[in-house]
């Protein structure tokens, strides 16, 4: 129901733009949200855009990506991750993952219902 892609390998400095692409229903929900995942390390919040319609596409980051980090969605079913300014500390698989059940809540990765398959960020020094 959520197909991630738009990874791959860059050097420090560089851009890349994550895509999320959901099912009808999946987009439905509350928030999509980004995640990411460095070996070793615990999935951690990246982003989440609330798109319910009380929540007037509001978006919320994680403090070290504000800034660098554009979380966006278009017209249709598609959600975006654009990075800039990447850093290798930002390498990482990331998810895009939906909340359709829990209105308000964002951050934890438990409130999500649909996880994608990840994408693998690379960013070289």
């Known amino acids: 129901q959520l197909q991630a892609s738009g990874g791959g390998l860059v050097q420090a400095g560089d851009s890349l733009r994550l895509s999320c692409v959901a099912s009808e229903r999946t987009f439905s929900g509350y928030f999509m949200g980004w995640f990411r995942q460095a070996p070793g390390k615990e999935r951690e919040f990246v982003a989440s855009l609330d798109w319910s319609r009380s929540g007037g596409g509001s978006a919320y980051y994680a403090d070290s990506m504000k800034g660098r980090f554009t979380i966006s969605r278009d017209a249709r079913n598609t959600v975006f991750l654009q990075m800039n300014s990447l850093k290798p500390e930002d390498t990482a698989i990331y998810y895009c993952?939906?909340?359709?059940?829990?209105?308000?809540?964002?951050?934890?990765?438990?409130?999500?219902?649909?996880w994608g398959q990840g994408t693998q960020v690379t960013v070289s020094s």
């Open positions: 993952a939906a909340n359709y059940k829990y209105p308000g809540y964002f951050r934890s990765t438990s409130v999500y219902q649909v």
